[in-house]
């Protein structure tokens, strides 16, 4: 397990990082629209707001995580992209291949500069050991049943599972199943609301980036 500094963290810290989120956002939003115009234009509005409203918090909730240790920036990459790859899945049902090849470099990265400093070697192995298991598990899980996953879930599977994997065996776990206990109570609440049938599509994507930050955040 990661070791992070003790005593508080500083809440200018944590501030700064809640509004670096908030201004990285629209800009990950103007590259996104401009280097993968198949997406469409800017979202609109309201949906920017939002979308950068969540990454100010996540991005704050992880300084307050983590503090002023080594792994932090990885962590802040995780909070700006994967709220962009929450919002094209929710809005599009669709995680575009560079943006999960950018979280999946990028944390590497970071991570492997995280080591450099911190000499956390055993993290980095189980974080990379971590990408390939939960990239394997999604993957035989969507040759199974084809119409539950995605090839988009199953790639994003994999830095899902080196973050998760950094952190830890259990971070891995109780990620990967609160995953898709999250993704089935959304399920049931959509069909029971709405009355829709069993056809009911449900971005899955979403789930695992909010299951794999809720376990970063608070499972020691």
Not at 148 to 155: P, S, W
Not at 180 to 195: A, M, Q, Y
Request: net charge positive.
């Amino acid at each position: 397990m990661i070791l992070t500094p003790s005593g508080d963290v500083s809440p200018w810290l944590s501030l700064g990082a809640a509004v670096l989120g908030f201004v990285l956002s629209p800009l990950a939003e103007l590259l996104i629209a401009r280097t993968m115009p198949r997406l469409g234009d800017l979202p609109a509005l309201p949906v920017r707001i939002t979308t950068a409203a969540v990454t100010g918090a996540a991005c704050a909730a992880f300084a307050l995580r983590f503090g002023s240790a080594p792994e932090l920036p990885a962590f802040l990459l995780l909070g700006i992209l994967g709220a962009q790859l929450a919002r094209t899945d929710l809005t599009q049902h669709l995680l575009p291949n560079p943006l999960v090849l950018a979280l999946l470099a990028g944390g590497a990265l970071l991570l492997v500069l995280a080591w450099a400093v911190s000499g956390y070697a055993t993290g980095l192995v189980r974080g990379v050991l971590g990408a390939a298991i939960l990239f394997a598990a999604y993957l035989m899980l969507a040759l199974i049943s084809p119409s539950g996953l995605g090839m988009g879930d199953v790639k994003l599977a994999g830095p899902l599972g080196l973050y998760l994997g950094y952190l830890g065996w259990s971070h891995l776990l109780y990620g990967a199943l609160l995953g898709f206990i999250l993704n089935g109570v959304i399920t049931l609440g959509l069909v029971s609301v709405r009355r829709r049938g069993k056809g009911t599509e449900v971005a899955h994507g979403p789930s695992m980036l909010a299951a794999a930050a809720g376990v970063a955040l608070l499972l020691d």
